[in-house]
T-cell receptor, first 112, second 112 residues
């Protein structure tokens, strides 16, 4: 079985500051891990994915995430926040049954 | 290429009624997954169809059902609607060999 824990339901940063959104996972098989972003009244947009090719994964809009097996973590970072990054972010793990299991989400607020 | 198309975008139904939602996956993709998103429960897996066969099912009552047609379009049906069925229903289509799912914009169902 798979599970995902996102630490912090709400993260607030200043524009230009580092963004760090935390995700820990549990998986009985080597995981595929994903970060999605959701803007109000929209679906989920894939930011990046880990597929075992490289532990540091670069995604869209300047985001990246590092897979750390020893810590079962897949934290999302961005060096400098923009106002347009304000949204809800979801970490997800895919198991062998093709089902995505999502964390509860982290709402990112960017202050001017 | 076209993305995942969900119709309608918004629905308002009365308790006890039934509703049918539609999803067309990315052209050429044979798999479709459905998810329910609510503020309380977050994103939860409903079911997945592959080549007209249900491959996986989440932990939802039998009032929730689905099907997939030969052209890969999928429908989900909810019978005897309850207030708690109010949610954003998202459809997803796998993207590439490692299933970074592409999501549609969703159908917002409100049960009154």
């Amino acid at each position: 079985a798979q599970s995902v824990t996102q630490l912090g339901s709400h993260v607030s940063v200043s524009e230009g500051a580092l963004v760090l959104l935390r995700c820990n996972y549990s998986s009985s098989v080597p995981p595929y891990l994903f970060w999605y972003v959701q803007y109000p009244n929209q679906g989920l947009q894939l930011l990046l994915k880990y597929t075992s090719a490289a532990t540091l994964v670069k995604g869209i809009n300047g985001f990246e995430a590092e897979f750390k097996k020893s810590e079962t973590s897949f934290h999302l970072t961005k060096p400098s926040a923009h106002m347009s990054d304000a949204a809800e972010y979801f970490c997800a793990v895919r198991g062998s049954n093709y089902k995505l299991t999502f964390g509860k989400g982290t709402l990112l607020t960017v202050n001017p | 290429k076209a993305g995942v198309t969900q119709t309608p975008r918004y629905l308002i139904k009365t308790r006890g009624q039934q509703v049918t939602l539609s999803c067309s996956p990315i052209s050429g993709h044979r798999s479709v997954s459905w998810y329910q998103q609510t503020p309380g429960q977050g994103l939860q897996f409903l079911f997945e169809y592959f080549s007209e066969t249900q491959r996986n099912k989440g932990n939802f009552p039998g009032r929730f059902s689905g099907r997939q047609f030969s052209n890969s379009r999928s429908e989900m049906n909810v019978s005897t609607l309850e207030l708690g069925d109010s949610a954003l229903y998202l459809c997803a289509s796998p993207e590439g060999a490692v299933y970074g799912y592409t999501f549609g914009s969703g159908t917002r169902l409100t049960v009154v």
